[in-house]
Structure formats: C-alpha cells, structure tokens
C-alpha cells in the first residue's frame, strides 16, 4: 500500500504560522484526508478532517487542493505547546478499509 | 463516557510469556484498529476490525492475534513473546474508516 509522505521534520517559533504538507498521489475518490497530533507517550488526537478546498476550525485550517493528490495543514499563531507530531491519515485501499499512518512530522516549536 | 480504554498500562514479560491486551470502547464504534509505535517511529497498524465478529490483517500481523467477539472489545494477544515486540501499543476506533479516529492511551510492553 502507498503511504503518505511528509516531512520528518520542521522547526518554528512561537507566534508563527505553520504550514505541513502531505503528499497522497493515491487517495481514492471517496475518502477523506485527517490529521493528528501526538504528544510524547500519548495516543494521537484527532486534529481536522476534510474532503476537499478548505476546512477551519477552532485549531487548525486544512487546505486540499482540486486533484486532492497532497494537503496542508495550516496552525496559525503556534505556541510551545504545539510542539508535537504530526500525522495525516489517507484511506489508501477502500476496500480494505486498512488505516496506515506515515512517518509524522515532528514540529519542534521555539520560544 | 470513557471513550477507549487500554488494559494494562504497562507490562513485562519474558521471552516466550503469553498475554493478551484489552481495548473497551463505550462509543459503538463498528472499527477498531490495534497499532504498534516503536521509540521515535511512526505508528503501525497490526490488525483491525470492521465489526464484531470480523477481524484483518494490517501491516505488521507476524505474531499477534485478534479476537473481537463483542462490539466493544478488541483483544490483542501474543502467543510467544519476543524482545522485537517490545513497544507501545495503541487501540483506536471509530464509526466508519471516514470517521476521526480516538485513541487509547497506549499499553507499554516490554519483552526481556
């Protein structure tokens, strides 16, 4: 099964916007695109969700473009606190409804 | 509403001990996915489950079986315990393969 690909890694610092990319060349058409967010020794949490063009909520905005082949997650204004990984999550095999994560993006977020 | 529950948090066993782990979900979930996070890796998915009575292989099955004979339970076993299978294990489930996902809190195995 393709994965999703992200970056390993992104540093920033508080006050800042962040922006992470997922590639996923070979989402199926009816399936969504959902991100998470991992603290160390914690299960992850669901952050956004969403199908296509824009999805905001109180944390984050998610930006899917026309060919839904890549998504990016947008934290606007990012605290300490969102130090984390982050993970999105692509049906890849409808018909095995298997949920497989990538690698993450570890955000290290400085003072 | 305790949403995903893990039993036990934490567990050492010898090589070639036997144990099972418990995931209750109190939300009627149809998925339920068991997933292994090694140190500073991502998450791999072992077996899930589409519905009671009903269970899958994911990517990484080798030495592990499921069980989930009612709705809200997910049981994951290892027969024979070995040092590689030293790690966190999480459950998660949700309504449909759509739907957000919520995540237990992990059990922390390790195999000596």
């Known amino acids: 099964l393709a994965k999703t690909t992200q970056p390993i890694s992104m540093d920033s610092y508080e006050g800042q916007e962040v922006n992470i990319t997922c590639s996923h060349n070979?989402?199926?058409?009816?399936?969504?695109i959902t991100w998470y967010q991992q603290f160390p020794s914690q299960g992850p949490r669901f952050i956004i969700q969403?199908?296509?063009t824009k999805v905001t909520n109180e944390v984050a905005s998610l930006f899917i473009p026309a060919d839904r082949k890549s998504s990016t997650l947008s934290l606007p204004r990012v605290s300490l606190s969102d130090t984390a990984v982050y993970y999105c999550?692509?049906?890849?095999?409808?018909?095995?409804?298997?949920?497989?994560f990538g690698s993450g993006t570890r955000l290290q977020v400085q003072p | 509403n305790a949403g995903v529950t893990q039993t036990p948090k934490f567990r050492v066993l010898k090589t070639g001990q036997s144990m099972t782990l418990l995931c209750a979900q109190d939300?009627?979930?149809?998925?339920m996915y068991w997933y292994r996070q090694d140190p500073g890796m991502g998450l791999r998915l072992i077996h899930y489950?589409?519905?009671?009575?009903?269970?899958a292989k994911g990517e990484v099955p080798d030495g592990y079986n499921v069980s989930r004979l009612k709705k809200q339970n997910f049981l994951l076993g290892l027969e024979s315990a070995a040092p590689s299978q030293t790690s966190v294990y999480f459950c998660?489930?949700?309504?449909?393969?759509?739907?957000?996902?919520?995540f237990g809190n992990g059990t922390r195995l390790t195999v000596t």
């Open positions: 998660a489930s949700g309504q449909d393969y759509n739907s957000p996902l919520h």
């Open positions: 070979n989402i199926a058409t009816n399936d969504y």
């Open positions: 969403g199908y296509k």
């Open positions: 999550l692509v049906v890849m095999d409808t018909g095995r409804r298997a949920l497989t």
């Open positions: 939300m009627n979930h149809e998925y």
């Open positions: 489950s589409v519905g009671e009575g009903t269970t």
